[in-house]
């Protein structure tokens, strides 16, 4: 196995509260990221997860410990030097249903222009390969309004992609979709990952996490790490989910 993407050395993820006070969800992880893998995290609600998405993007301070992203300490960068290393796709978007689809998708090359925004010829192109690989070209000059979720699902992964970062992180991409579209959704992120993208998400779909995932993060009182076929032949998925494997079922 190559080395890692990114690691984190005795990671510490939390926040702070009113006043003074700091709420850690979890201490002491020791986390890897390799390149062209679909990892997937998954855990009960409460233990972190969307928390360690946004502490690994760089949009969140550590407790403790580091990121370490491509050899260098993700909270040593500038913002500009995170945002070409690391993309995320948040459950918490902001507003952009007057917004096109190319103006969403050109927001991820504003890390790479000058700044005023201004796209050349070669930013254009990479909003287009962005839109293309997502298959979504015919829907160019829609409104986010006017599309249907998963539609604005791939919108999403696609302004992440226009970004161009070796590194892509999603939080829930496939909430509020029908089977159909969770699984569409999962197929094209495997595939990005194994083109040359290393993928993270966090999710609730564990079956289709064991069907598709290079690797698994089981978050609850730390993270196990291993291969779908590890993780589920471990045990911990019973343990934590009440897991079982022939039935195929989830009790939570």
């Known amino acids: 196995m190559s080395d890692p993407i990114l690691q984190t050395q005795a990671l510490s993820i939390g926040y702070k509260g009113r006043g003074k006070s700091v709420k850690e969800l ?3 992880l020791n986390l890897q990221l390799y390149p062209n893998m679909f990892t997937v995290l998954v855990g009960p609600n409460g233990v972190g997860k969307s928390t360690l998405l946004r502490t690994l993007s760089g949009l969140q301070q550590p407790m403790g410990g580091m990121v370490i992203v491509q050899e260098k300490d993700l909270f040593s960068l500038s ?3 995170k945002a070409r290393m690391v993309s995320i796709v948040s459950t918490n978007n902001v507003d952009t249903s007057r917004l096109t689809v190319k103006e969403v998708v050109s927001i991820g090359r504003y890390a790479h222009t000058n700044w005023l925004g201004n796209m050349d010829d070669r930013n254009e192109a990479l909003v287009q390969k962005a839109l293309s690989t997502v298959g979504i070209s015919h829907l160019i000059d829609r409104r986010l309004s006017e599309m249907s979720d998963g539609e604005r699902q791939r919108v999403w992964v696609a302004r992440a992609l226009a970004q161009d970062t070796p590194l892509i992180l999603l939080d829930e991409p496939t909430s509020y979709l029908d089977y159909k579209n969770r699984f569409e959704i999962f197929d094209l992120l495997r595939a990005l990952s194994h083109e040359g993208k ?10 289709l996490a064991l069907q598709f995932a290079d690797r698994i993060w089981v978050m609850s009182d730390g993270i196990e790490q291993g291969s779908a076929k590890e993780i589920e032949e471990s045990g911990v998925l019973a343990r934590i989910f009440g897991y079982a494997k022939d039935a195929r079922q989830i009790q939570v």
């Open 198 to 207: 290393s993928v993270l998400i966090s999710t609730h779909e564990l079956e």
């Open 79 to 81: 913002i500009g030097e």
């Open 26 to 28: 979890q201490t002491n």
